[in-house]
C-alpha cells in the first residue's frame, strides 16, 4: 500500500488544494507512490490543534502517516489587543503546543518522518488593505500581525526542531530573501499567491528528498502501463504485486 502523507496545519495548510496551491503540487509530486492528506484548519493555533490529534493521528492505527508537515504559527502570533487576539497564543506555549503534536505524532509511529514549518512573514500593509477591503471606514488601521512578532515565532519553531532533530523549512526567512516578496508571494499580507505555494512546494520536496522520501526514487504501487504486455499482462502484475 501507497505510504501516507499527512498535511496538519492552519488555513495555508487547508487552502493547499486549492488550484496552484502547494498541496495539490505536491499530490503530483508523489502521484502513484504516495497519498497526500490535507488536515487544515482555518483559523486554529497550536492551542486548538492539540483537541484534534486522538481523532486525525489516532494511537491505535493500524497504518500510521509516513511523514507529516506541521505548519503551525500565523494564528498563534496574532498581536494582543487587536482583532485577531481570540486566536492569540504566547509563544513560549507556541513552542511546547509544537512539542506536545510532535511527540504524539512520534508515539503513533516512532519512525515518520516530521517536518516542522514556520509561519510565513508578514506584510502588515497587505493585512491593512485586506481589513479595509473588509471593513471599509470601519477598519481599525492596525494590523492584527506584525511580521517581527512572526519571526520570534518563526525562531521559536527552528529552535524546537533543533532540539529534537527534526527536519524544518523556515519560510519566514526564505521567503523574504525576495525583493518585492510583500505582493509576489502574500495575495492579504498573509496567505500565500501561486508563486509563494510553488515557493514553498519546492521546500517540501527538497526536505523530503534530502530525508528519506524522494518521490523519484519511490516506486510505484502498480506497474507502468510500458511493463505491460498487452498479449500477457498477468506476468507484469504477478511480478510486481505479489
Not at 488550484?19 to 493555533?45: E, F, I, P, Q, T
Not at 503534536?101 to 491593512?128: A, Q, W, Y
Not at 470601519?138 to 527536519?167: F, H, Q, W
Request: proline content about 6%.
Amino acid at each position: 500500500m501507497r505510504p501516507e502523507i499527512v498535511l496538519f496545519g492552519d488555513s495555508i495548510t487547508q487552502q493547499s488544494f486549492r488550484s496552484g496551491g502547494w498541496g495539490a503540487a505536491l499530490a503530483d509530486s508523489y502521484s502513484r507512490k504516495a497519498d497526500v492528506k490535507v488536515r487544515g484548519y482555518g483559523g486554529y493555533n497550536t492551542r486548538w490543534a492539540l483537541f484534534l490529534l486522538q481523532h486525525l493521528f489516532p494511537l491505535d492505527s493500524k497504518k500510521p502517516p509516513a511523514a507529516a508537515t506541521i505548519f503551525f504559527g500565523a494564528n498563534d502570533a496574532a498581536v494582543l489587543g487587536r482583532t485577531g487576539e481570540r486566536q492569540h497564543v504566547p509563544v513560549e506555549e507556541y513552542k511546547e503546543n509544537l512539542r506536545k503534536i510532535v511527540l504524539h505524532l512520534k508515539e503513533c509511529s516512532p519512525t515518520i518522518l516530521i517536518v516542522l514549518i514556520t509561519p510565513p512573514p508578514v506584510d502588515e500593509d497587505g493585512r491593512n488593505e485586506f481589513a479595509r477591503s473588509l471593513y471599509g471606514k470601519d477598519a481599525s488601521g492596525l494590523p492584527e500581525r506584525m511580521n517581527e512578532v512572526t519571526g520570534v515565532y518563526a525562531k521559536k519553531c527552528i529552535e524546537l526542531a533543533e532540539e529534537m532533530g527534526l527536519r524544518s523549512i523556515n519560510l519566514w526567512s526564505a521567503m523574504q530573501e525576495t525583493e518585492g516578496w510583500q505582493k509576489k508571494f502574500l495575495s492579504d499580507g498573509l496567505h500565500l499567491t501561486p508563486e509563494g505555494n510553488a515557493v514553498f512546494h519546492q521546500e517540501v520536496v527538497k526536505v523530503f528528498s534530502e530525508a528519506w522520501l524522494s518521490a523519484a526514487e519511490m516506486p510505484y504501487d502498480f506497474p507502468h502501463h510500458s511493463e505491460i504486455d498487452g498479449k500477457n499482462p498477468e506476468k507484469a502484475f504477478q511480478q510486481r504485486c505479489i
